[in-house]
């Protein structure tokens, strides 16, 4: 299927019918070109859906964006965030400094946001390269693929599953959708049967679902990011409003591809352990792996976010009783179990 994305430059806000609204807001020097912030009418002021990465020129495609649809973004009364990621809540602060309207967001992101304030630079970077030895990096690599992210301003609304968000006359309800991040929420608005599907479901692409430190074992990211696209299938073909690409129809219908998706990754990853007889460590697993260019091709950042969905499909596994994670040696190290 040819892809249906376009640039940045072709996108253009849009007034979706219903008191629904799409701004495309530019996400510098990333491929993935724009988030889809959407507005929604609403007696006390338009709520948003999601606001774009914090940058001078994001924030004027957005500022601007809603002027032409004729908002002014002062008169946003709050801001709920599908998860705390910077392309998503990065500029949900401003939005409040000029609106003096809340931010929203799942608790357990809300809690996620917490760490990274209180957390010194030097502790992220030392639990970084940590993480990165313990799954079998090279040491050089392993430096080069520490980043520290900037968190997002902290939400004054915290939300769980079920919940209505504060949209007088309208019913936008919180779906707990957790994988691509803990809090991860889908919005559904009950009275258009329409859903935002932040990232969860994208018409074209996945989204990155890892496990961080990659070599935890008391959660499972991507068995949660499947058991979540059963419940968005569950919903019924819903018109789907996603943070990128574009918007499309039977929600239900892509979900279930992605899920299809995913299976098939692990069945292809359960037979590559059963043919190794010696234990792999998450490192050499990820190599083993396809990505959208070789491994050797991918810069150390890439390599870090690689890892991280190779540990969370090797977690998944385990959770299933498929493979076991060799006992008592750093770095970890996987292997199949007879089936
Ligand atoms: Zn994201």
């Not at 892809?3 to 609204?21: F, H, I, K, M, N």
């Not at 809603?66 to 946003?76: F, K, R």
């Not at 000029?98 to 760490?115: C, P």
């Amino acid at each position: 299927m040819k892809s249906r994305r376009r640039p940045y430059a072709e996108q253009r806000p849009q007034d979706l019918g219903g008191g629904v609204w799409s701004v495309p807001v530019p996400i510098p020097g990333s491929p993935l070109g724009y988030t889809l912030v959407y507005a929604l009418e609403s007696p006390k002021g338009p709520v948003l859906v999601d606001s774009g990465w914090n940058h001078p020129d994001a924030w004027d495609a957005l500022s601007g964006g809603l002027a032409t649809l004729g908002i002014d973004v002062s008169t946003v009364s709050g801001v709920v965030v599908t998860h705390f990621h910077p392309d998503h809540a990065g500029l949900a602060g401003q939005v409040k400094d000029v609106s003096g309207g809340w931010i929203a967001m799942h608790e357990a992101d809300a809690a996620l946001v917490r760490l990274m304030h209180d957390y010194a630079a030097d502790e992220h970077e030392s639990f970084q390269s940590d993480m990165l030895r313990r799954a079998g990096a090279d040491p050089g690599e392993a430096r080069q693929a520490v980043s520290r992210p900037i968190p997002p301003a902290l939400p004054d609304r915290r939300l769980r599953d079920g919940d209505l968000v504060d949209l007088p006359g309208r019913k936008l309800r919180a779906v707990h959708t957790p994988g691509h991040t803990p809090g991860h929420i889908c919005l559904h608005l009950e009275d258009a049967d329409r859903l935002f599907t932040g990232d969860h479901v994208l018409p074209d692409i996945t989204p990155h679902v890892g496990i961080y430190p990659y070599d935890r074992d008391d959660v499972d990211p991507l068995g949660d990011f499947l058991d979540s696209l059963d419940r968005v299938a569950e919903l019924g073909p819903l018109d789907a409003l996603p943070a990128h690409e574009w918007i499309f129809p039977d929600v239900a219908a892509r979900a279930a591809e992605i899920r299809h998706h995913h299976d098939e990754k692990l069945v292809r990853l359960r037979a590559l352990l059963a043919q190794r007889p010696a234990p792999l460590t998450i490192w050499e697993v990820a190599a083993m792996m396809t990505w959208n260019r070789p491994w050797g091709d991918l810069p150390p950042a890439l390599k870090g976010m690689a890892a991280g969905e190779a540990a969370a499909h090797l977690r998944t596994l385990e959770a299933r009783g498929e493979i076991r994670r060799v006992p008592g040696v750093d770095p970890v190290r996987f292997q199949a179990l007879d089936s």
